[in-house]
T-cell receptor, first 111, second 114 residues
């Protein structure tokens, strides 16, 4: 089976840095995704990690530790438009490439 | 380039009615999936397909059927709608881990069962 856990809600201040954690227990591992989802919209792709370490893309960075079953998404220089849900998803080690999502973290950015 | 197209966008059903949510993609992706999303929750996998003629169950398959007769289309059928199936449904496609690392989503279908 697979279990993915994220904090339910987080609040951060505009201009600050926030870290959203994701822990997972899966039957095999073949990559971890982070998606952003604004209310009433479809998720949009942020990052993908398959090897340990940090991937940086502008204001967003994602880190993976496969041995710990742990990832985080780091958002720098927060803007009001970053208020959204952030979804962690794991692709398991199966030939069917099934992707399972965590419950999501609702981030509120306040002035 | 349309990407992933879902129809209808909004639908109201009565309990016991059946309906089909349509999903079509023009990216020639092998992998297609259906997810449902309930308020305050993440995406839960209903069914998925790794190619024409091949489907399998996800986390919450009960009450839903799928088929994959072509690469482009992956319809989701509600056999006898129940209020518990009120949700937002997303179709998604990707190329698989050997070819690409991005999952593409349709715009969603808002379904209410009364």
């Amino acid at each position: 089976g697979q279990n993915i856990d994220q904090p339910t809600e987080m609040t951060a201040t505009e201009g600050a840095i926030v870290q959203i954690n994701c822990t997972y227990q899966t039957s095999g591992f073949n990559g971890l995704f982070w998606y952003q989802q604004h209310a009433g919209e479809a998720p949009t792709f942020l990052s993908y990690n398959v090897l340990d370490g940090l991937e940086e893309k502008g204001r967003f960075s994602s880190f993976l530790s496969r041995s710990k079953g742990y990832s985080y998404l780091l958002l720098k220089e927060l803007q009001m438009k970053d208020s959204a849900s952030y979804l962690c998803a794991v692709r398991g080690e199966t030939s069917y490439d099934k992707v399972i999502f965590g419950p999501g973290t609702s981030l509120s950015v306040i002035p | 380039n349309a990407g992933v197209t879902q129809t209808p966008k909004f639908q109201v059903l009565k309990t016991g009615q059946s309906m089909t949510l349509q999903c079509a993609q023009d990216m020639n992706h092998e992998y297609m999936s259906w997810y449902r999303q309930d308020p305050g929750m993440g995406l839960r996998l209903i069914h998925y397909s790794v190619g024409a003629g091949i489907t399998d169950q996800g986390e919450v398959p009960n009450g839903y059927n799928v088929s994959r007769s072509t690469t482009e289309d992956f319809p989701l059928r509600l056999l006898s709608a129940a209020p518990s199936q009120t949700s937002v449904y997303f179709c998604a496609t990707h190329q698989g881990r050997l070819s690409g690392n991005t999952i593409y989503f349709g715009e969603g279908s808002w379904l209410t069962v009364v």
